[in-house]
Nanobody, 116 residues
Framework: QVQLKESGGGLVQAGGSLRLSCAAS????????MGWYRQAPGKQRELVAG???????NYADSVKGRFTISRDNAKNLVYLQMNSLKPEDTAVYYC??????????WGQGTQVTVSS
């Protein structure tokens, strides 16, 4: 099992930036992939960005060019740098880990609110 804890959410104006952090209780080398999901009110949870053990990132079309996922293997941290934020990015952001094939471990979430 792995425990995940997010930090870095908050309130920002449109066009601004935030960096989310996720601390994992296990070495990232024991985790196949790490991801960031988000869930806005009344909407389904969606994958925003993921990064494999080998460091290959993938992004939802809605955030490509604006968000960057990265990892610090020495500190067991995963980051989500969010630039050019839009009001539609407002959501609870969750860190997730895939020990096997699926993302099946979750943090408690951190709120990101983008004002217009």
């Amino acid at each position: 099992q792995v425990q995940l804890k997010e930090s870095g959410g908050g309130l920002v104006q449109a066009g601004g930036s935030l960096r989310l952090s996720c601390a994992a209780s296990l070495s990232l080398f024991s985790i196949n992939a790490m991801g960031w999901y988000r869930q806005a009110p009344g909407k389904q949870r969606e994958l925003v960005a993921g990064i494999t053990k080998g460091g290959s990132p993938n992004y939802a079309d809605s955030v490509k060019g604006r968000f960057t996922i990265s990892r610090d293997n020495a500190k067991n941290l995963v980051y989500l740098q969010m630039n050019s934020l839009k009001p539609e990015d407002t959501a609870v952001y969750y860190c997730s880990a895939a020990i096997g094939i699926a993302y099946n471990y979750w943090g408690q979430g951190t709120q990101v609110t983008v004002s217009s």
